[in-house]
């Protein structure tokens, strides 16, 4: 190309975002790298996650020859992502901070920025296709069914996914590995990072400790009788087996195909009395759901979806869920599904499927 396209690089310091950028210039592109960071309460040594990300970075964009541009959005984070993540919390709901990030910062602030630096688009590591069919543009799975993050960028729109490249989602991730050792990336067998988007990997319960109050209370069986103290509703999730200090708790005979030896699950709580709910074994009917309900609703598509029949994942990771769509009265989406979903937990997204499209979602009301 004479005019080449310039294309922003949100770098992070792993692998998957550092191939993106070589694909990229491959491709002919000009090619800006740029690390974003975006949390700084006590990015300290202990977890200077950011500081080891963005040498990271650097080492790569030296590698493959470009520029790169470190980029502060933490007052952005803590305006946006982070007071929501706080807020849903102290709900006694369960958030998604890596979907709020994107759609907030990655495919917003950042957006934003590139755009002054005069990129046509911006790229990032996601495993996630975007097609466009006469002038829409549709959000589709990776390739790589076990890397597949669509569910995390489900809120997307228009506008956003026209500019969004996501050059590894055509790829598989042993792939992109291959790729990064061959040319010499300094990040090559890097580990996948998890933890908070952009805040790392640190105990949970003690980092929310910094941010909540805990409000010790009850923990209950399904018949109401207490076999142990939660420290704070906010720092459980439906479906949580470790951390719950009542694993000594043996119940003879117990129902459900539970057996005197089965693990207890959080299964429900309630704020009003501060009482956490437990109930023993993984397919206690507490745990089951057949439908839900979810609003805050977000749509890739140009338009929400025609009632009728879909798939839905309730989680991450989890397998397409085959269920019929609708909408109730206050605006809701309701979905119904062929078989009762496990753990199916407020503040959560139900992000809808068409094959490989993915069409938007909502957040978990209640279930």
Not at 111 to 127: P, Q, S, V
Not at 266 to 286: I, S, Y
């Amino acid at each position: 190309m004479t005019n080449k396209q310039r294309v922003v690089v949100g770098l992070s310091g792993g692998v998957d975002s550092a191939v993106s950028a070589y694909l990229l210039k491959q491709q002919g592109y000009e090619v800006v790298g740029i690390f974003m960071k975006n949390w700084e309460d006590d990015d300290d040594s202990e977890y200077c996650a950011s500081n080891i990300d963005f040498v990271d970075a650097a080492a790569v964009a030296d590698v493959i020859g470009i520029e790169i541009e470190h980029v502060n959005f933490a007052s952005e984070y803590k305006d946006r992502v982070f007071a929501e993540f706080l807020r849903e919390y102290q709900g006694g709901r369960t958030p998604n901070p890596d979907i709020l990030c994107n759609a907030e910062i990655k495919f917003k602030a950042f957006l934003d920025h590139a755009m002054r630096l005069g990129a046509e688009k911006i790229a990032t590591g996601h495993y996630a296709r975007v097609r466009e069919i006469s002038g829409e543009f549709q959000l589709l799975k990776g390739l790589d069914p076990s890397k597949d993050q669509s569910y995390f960028l489900h809120r997307l729109n228009q506008a956003q996914l026209s500019k969004t490249l996501f050059p590894v989602g055509e790829l598989h991730k042993t792939e992109v590995r291959r790729i990064a050792t061959e040319i010499g990336l300094p990040n090559a067998k890097k580990k996948d990072s998890t933890g908070i988007c952009f805040i790392g990997e640190r105990p949970f319960r003690e980092f929310l400790n910094r941010y909540i109050a805990n409000q010790p209370g009850p923990i209950k069986d399904e018949k109401g009788r207490q076999i142990g103290k939660h420290v704070g509703l906010s720092f459980y999730t439906l479906g949580q087996r470790q951390g719950l200090g009542i694993g000594g708790i043996k119940e003879k005979g117990a129902q459900r195909g539970g057996g005197e030896h089965a693990p207890w699950f959080v299964a429900r709580k309630d704020m009003q009395t501060n009482t956490l709910f437990v109930v023993q074994g993984h397919d206690h009917p507490w745990l089951l759901s057949a439908h839900l309900q979810a609003d805050d609703l977000s749509w890739c598509a140009p338009s929400s979806p025609a009632p009728g029949r879909y798939a839905a994942k309730t989680r991450y990771r989890q397998t397409d869920a085959a269920c019929t769509l609708d909408y109730n009265a206050q605006g809701q989406l309701v979905l119904e599904f062929d078989a009762p979903q496990w753990a199916v937990t407020p503040g959560q997204s139900a992000v809808i499927y068409d094959g490989d499209v993915c069409l938007g979602g909502g957040v978990i009301a209640h279930a």
